[in-house]
Nanobody, 121 residues
């Protein structure tokens, strides 16, 4: 499976952006697809995840209520809708896949390239 992330950009605080992650190979029913982000000078951190089989979703406390992760099985695509964006959300966003759910980077063995999200104040 190869993952390709897109949709980043520059937005003002309070605005919205939608990221997409397209998988070129088959995502199995046991797969989890997650979004992580990495701000300049900081460690990569978990943002949200979704189970491919049953749509169960998970969120970091910092984005709960503002971000929504979803998937389109037919298009092999996972989306991250980001609303009420804050300057602290500025980071490179990465999608990743794994066979099980975890919030740790090391659990994920497939990564897409990052897409930059910049939120101006």
């Amino acid at each position: 499976v190869q993952l390709q992330a897109s949709g980043g950009g520059l937005v003002q605080a309070g605005g919205s952006l939608s990221l997409s992650c397209v998988a070129s190979g088959r995502l199995f029913s046991s797969s989890v697809v997650a979004w992580f982000r990495q701000a300049s000078g900081k460690e990569r951190e978990f943002v949200a995840a979704i189970r491919w089989s049953n749509d169960r979703t998970y969120y970091a406390d910092s984005v709960k209520g503002r971000f929504t992760i979803s998937r389109d099985k037919a298009k092999n695509t996972v989306f991250l809708q980001m609303d009420s964006l804050k300057p602290d959300d500025t980071a490179a966003y990465y999608c990743a896949s794994a066979g099980s759910y975890s919030t740790t980077v090391y659990n994920y063995n497939r990564w897409g390239q990052g897409t930059q999200v910049t939120v101006s104040s």
